[in-house]
């Protein structure tokens, strides 16, 4: 999930090229999936919540795999700007790793079931705006400065995330003490973000990594 700049445009700036109707579904689907998990994500479930027959929404989104992909985006989009806007002009390690951090868990805990549609299970790049995932995931490598370290950061990110979607902490540990724990992630990250600028020892070289991504597999 961490890549180069993408182009500016509506891929990076804006919501992409829909019909009104197609946005509507999108957004209806988004309300579903967050409120009654995957399962309600059927084309007979979103036309009786849209109040309009199944068939119909084919004319917008040819099939429940393009409605999924749309949220994949969508949820690609929405963290990816919230990211942008946390490491935005800040240059101290320790403040943009911690704001990058903060960011990324308040988007995945505030929406689990988007979250875990766009990082479960194999990642459909093949279907993906061009770039978008790049995008996205950028800011962990502006503060990184160096993919291997972007990669690693991202996997913090996203490991402590999916541990505390799933409840796998223990109760006396939620709450202020995994606060503590994202901090000492976002404190240990940020030292070796400034060991990395000041040219100390870092792994062998070696071919760029494909971008961290929002599945592993």
Known sequence: MVGGPMAEGPMANGKPDRSARAGQIVATARLLLER?????????????????????????????????IALIEEAFRDIGAALHAAVGGRDNPVDATRNLLATYRRFSLAQPNLYRL???????REDLTPGLEDWAGEPFLLVAGEPHLAQALWSFAHGMVILEIDGRYPREARGSELDQTWEAGAVAFAGLVSQARLGGPRSPARSPARSPEWDPG
């Not at 998990?37 to 119909?56: D, K, N, V, Y």
């Not at 766009?118 to 459909?124: E, H």
Request: aromatic share 2%; glycine share 10%.
């Open 36 to 68: 009654e998990g995957p399962e309600a994500l059927t084309m007979r479930r979103l036309g009786a919540e849209l109040g309009i027959r199944a068939p119909s929404l084919y004319k917008h989104l040819v099939s429940k795999k393009a409605i999924e």
């Open 118 to 124: 766009a990082t479960a299970g194999r990642l459909p």
